[in-house]
């Protein structure tokens, strides 16, 4: 990491006087710069040191554009950024320039701000651009160390507590039988956290990937209540689905199927057996809304406030035990948020729940 | 005009001429903004209206060298490269000059300079050729009849 933020710049150009010139524009202490007017200079220099940002002049014996092809093979700095300079005439070469992928071009004569500008902004970008890098390779690892080491551990707390507890079932001791239960139960709890906060985390993995398609919603809600289906037929709940006007959504299909599978299998978890889950669509406006209400144990305010604060995620058993993260939710939510939709929750103790999910309608363009 | 023999200003001189009119026109506006800037100079004007004219050089340069580029384009001259070199060297010079010179009477003299030298030298090249190869410029190019 680029601790003492440092901003590394090399400047390369045949003359001199260029390079005293434009190096004396950057000798506050913000920058380390250096210069050089040789290809073989250049090479050693990148090889030596990574460069937060490259300024290369276009117009050489040997041009701008075969240096950066040999500084693109060095190790350090292959994904360096690089401003070409060109003459504000040279329009052919600023052109080849922008071409090129570079980052940006400085024409000269210069105007000193905006040279200053683009010099800082994209050694900045690059540097901030290293750090997420490194904060992701970072996260990778913890989320590795989290499904991995952390995980297995836990394998061995339930076979070994339920051992104790087939060992201590003819004994009196009903303390010792007391806290065999649970070590066990705790450490089923917090496997499945640990699981769902790894599915929670490769769900944000998939945002981050995700790609735009049309969806029909009714389609997906259908789709959704068979996976849902047969947990609520162990607890013979009822799903009822009223479709209104079939519309479509732009949007991200598996997200949004995530979203929808959340709240429905919340509403069947919460529900109490012979209990009644309904799905109802219709379109308000420019959004389509899908309403899942059920007839469930419902939330009192404190909950309900804190449904969607990442800080609090909130965690009840089901009525049949049912176990959860608290980060579903917060998923959902999350979700809605990135389709430019919205989630609204309703709710009475003891009479039941109702999330109302409202998603834009997607129209294709009439030619 | 004012004064202009004691006001060390550049008059026009048939050394300049390159027998393009369109050039010639060009070059004898470039001449009046750098007189105007010595100008300026000796009538002491604040430095941020001398930046100002360096600014309408430095465009005005940018304009000139295309257009002489545009007419090199348009007779396939033999050495529009070197040429085009040329003007390219002389924007990096002006870039060079700008940052460097503190004081604008030295920034003057390049400009006076850098002028005198690249028509007398630079341009009565092109203007040879056009006149050793009998280029009718009427057939290219528009005369400008101010």
């Known amino acids: 990491m680029n601790t003492l933020n440092v901003i590394k710049l090399l400047i390369v150009d045949d003359k001199t006087e260029n390079l005293k010139l434009i190096s004396g524009f950057f000798e506050d202490s913000n920058y380390f710069v250096r210069t050089s007017s040789s290809l073989e200079d250049t090479c050693n220099i990148c090889n030596d040191i990574e460069f937060d940002l490259l300024l290369i002049d276009i117009r050489m014996p040997i041009n701008g554009f075969v240096f950066w092809d040999k500084i693109r093979v060095s190790k350090l700095n292959s994904t360096t950024p690089v401003i070409f300079m060109a003459e504000k005439t040279d329009l052919e070469n600023i052109s080849k320039a922008f071409k090129s992928g570079c980052r940006d071009v400085i024409t000269k004569p210069f105007q000193l701000d905006e040279l200053l500008s683009k010099v800082s902004t994209h050694s900045l970008l690059q540097i901030q651009h290293k750090q997420i890098s490194e904060l992701m390779a970072a996260k990778e690892k913890i989320f590795a160390i989290i499904g991995h080491d952390l995980r297995s551990p836990f394998n061995s707390l339930i076979g070994f507590s339920k051992l104790l507890l087939e060992n201590l079932e003819n004994t009196k001791d009903n303390s010792s039988k007391k806290y ?8 089923v709890k917090n496997l499945e956290l ?3 906060l790894l599915i929670y985390a490769r769900d944000l993995e998939k945002q981050a990937q995700a790609s735009l398609e049309k969806i029909n919603i009714h389609q997906l809600i259908s789709e959704v209540l068979q996976i849902i289906q047969p947990t609520a037929a162990l607890k013979e709940i009822q799903l009822v689905q009223i479709f209104g006007e079939s519309r479509d959504t732009l949007g991200t299909k598996d997200l949004i199927a995530t979203m929808i599978r959340n709240i429905l299998s919340n509403a069947v978890k919460f529900s109490p057996n012979n209990g009644f889950v309904s799905v109802k669509t219709k379109v308000v406006g420019n959004m389509i809304e899908i309403d899942i209400s059920d007839t469930g144990v419902g939330m009192d305010e404190a909950k309900l406030q804190n449904l969607f604060n990442p800080e609090h995620p909130q965690s009840s058993l089901g009525t049949a035990g049912e176990m959860g993260s608290g980060y579903g939710l917060m998923l959902s939510k999350e979700i809605a948020d990135k389709h430019n939709g919205e989630i609204k929750v309703n709710s009475e103790l003891d009479k039941g729940t109702s999330f109302k999910i409202r998603l834009p309608i997607y129209e294709e363009a009439k030619h | 005009m004012e004064n202009q023999e004691n006001d060390g200003v550049i008059k026009w001189h048939t050394d300049f001429e390159t027998g393009i009119s369109r050039i010639d026109f060009e070059h004898k506006i470039f001449l009046e903004l750098v007189n105007s800037f010595s100008h300026a100079i000796n009538k002491k004007r604040s430095d941020s209206e001398l930046y100002r004219i360096i600014t309408e050089i430095e465009k005005y340069a940018e304009f000139h060298f295309i257009s002489e580029e545009n007419v090199m384009r348009r007779i396939d001259y033999p ?17 060079l000059a700008k940052f460097k010179n503190c004081n604008f009477m030295e920034f003057y003299n390049f400009l006076k300079e850098w002028f005198i030298l690249h028509t007398t030298e630079t341009d009565i090249t092109l203007k040879k050729y056009i006149v050793e190869n009998n280029i009718k410029l009427e057939d290219f190019y528009y005369d400008i009849k101010i």
Do not use: G, V
């Not at chain 1, 065999?180 to 450490?187: D, G």
């Open chain 2, 79 to 95: 050495y529009f490269k070197e040429h085009q070199i040329e003007h390219f060297e002389l924007l990096d010079k002006f870039n």
């Open chain 1, 180 to 187: 065999a239960e649970l070590i066990n139960n705790i450490s």
């Open chain 1, 194 to 196: 640990l699981d769902n």
